[in-house]
């Protein structure tokens, strides 16, 4: 009997061990969990109602700053445009001055080259007239020389009377001519006054092919100054027309 009691004991033990386990065991395990659970909830809720706080004080901080940017952007623009404004009024009398200086330097400029100019062109046209005179010496010195060399040989020089008449009635193209000469030439004038009158006609023949007619005349009474050196006069039909075919007044001529 005593050994059955033994037996039936610790069986008895077991089975309320197993018991424990699988009710009280369960209960226990399932209000763990449970507390748990409510933990990670209020855990939860907790993250979530801080999440909420951060992202609204976060949107409200953009809020703010987006209106502080706006806000600072106007006090920018207008002090930007108060200080284009008042760097214009205090530049702009200056700026003005600057100007009128320049313009008054530029004209100033503008005479100097100017009275520049016409000095170098005076200058460059007294060296003209200096140069001018020198050369019209040398001319007038060559040309007496040459007319005194001339008149040494009588034959060149009635061919050069000769050529100084037909030229003047080419010139006149009259068909009654007087001559007046030089009293020292009237003598070569006559011994060649009718050949080149002959000339004339052939030349105005062959240049205009037609017929002239030509009365030429030496007049011997009235005489050409005697500073027309290798002079020529020429009157035309009732001395309406006179041509000089001369030097004229040599120093005259040359002044």
Do not use: W
């Not at 007087?178 to 105005?204: C, G, N, P, S």
Request: charged fraction near 35%; hydrophobic fraction near 35%.
């Amino acid at each position: 009997m005593a050994t059955t009691r033994q037996d039936s004991d610790p069986q008895k033990r077991i089975d309320q061990m197993k018991n424990f386990i699988f009710t009280d065991g369960l209960k226990l395990l399932y209000a763990e969990a449970r507390e748990r659970a409510g933990k990670n909830t209020t855990h939860t809720k907790k993250k979530k109602k801080n999440l909420f706080k951060k992202k609204k004080l976060k949107k409200l901080k953009n809020g703010k700053m987006k209106i502080a940017k706006t806000k600072a952007n106007e006090i920018k623009m207008s002090a930007d445009a108060e200080f284009q404004h008042e760097k214009g009024r205090i530049l702009q009398p200056e700026r003005i001055r600057i100007i009128q200086e320049y313009d008054k330097k530029k004209k100033q400029l503008e005479i100097e080259q100017r009275i520049e100019f016409s000095k170098r062109v005076n200058e460059s046209r007294l060296q003209v007239l200096k140069e001018r005179e020198k050369l019209m010496k040398q001319t007038q010195e060559k040309t007496f020389q040459k007319l005194a060399e001339l008149k040494s040989n009588r034959k060149a020089y009635e061919k050069f009377v000769k050529s100084l008449i037909i030229q003047g009635l080419i010139r006149m193209d009259e068909r009654i001519v007087e001559i007046q000469v030089v009293k020292e030439d009237l003598e070569v004038a006559r011994a060649v006054t009718q050949d080149a009158a002959r000339e004339y006609i052939q030349i105005m023949k062959q240049q205009s092919n037609k017929e002239v007619t030509l009365e030429i005349k030496l007049d011997e009474n009235d005489f050409l100054p005697a500073g027309a050196v290798g002079g020529k006069n020429y009157l035309g039909q009732y001395f309406a027309i006179q041509i000089e075919n001369c030097f004229g007044n040599f120093d005259a001529y040359f002044k």
